[in-house]
């Protein structure tokens, strides 16, 4: 009986878990810079540097010339969604990396 007990459990769980575990362990992030917007299906521990790299290989430039935002802060390449408290929809900004002044 216990392992019919147990079994029932597990097989609910694993049918409403799932479900929930995939809303949200991926989250959808807009990139956008002040041309194009484009939109990532990624993992909520997934380093930023592959959405940074891929969206500067998309757009045609190097990541060393762009800086990536959210809420204003700065994102390191090896920051993630999670670290960072990002929800599903949120937005990062690209800025043309600029060095030096007058």
Request: aromatic fraction near 4%.
């Amino acid at each position: 009986m216990a392992e019919n007990g147990s079994a029932s459990p597990a097989n609910n769980d694993a049918g409403g878990a799932p479900e929930q575990a995939q809303q949200s362990e991926h989250l959808n992030i807009k990139v956008t810079d002040s041309n194009n917007e484009v939109f990532f299906k990624i993992k909520r521990t997934t380093q930023l540097k592959k959405l940074m790299d891929a969206f500067c290989e998309r757009q045609g430039k190097t990541p060393q010339s762009c800086r990536f935002l959210f809420d204003g802060q700065r994102v390191n390449p090896t920051d993630n969604p999670e670290l960072l408290d990002m929800q599903d929809g949120d937005t990062l900004e690209v800025h043309q990396e600029q060095i030096g002044g007058c």
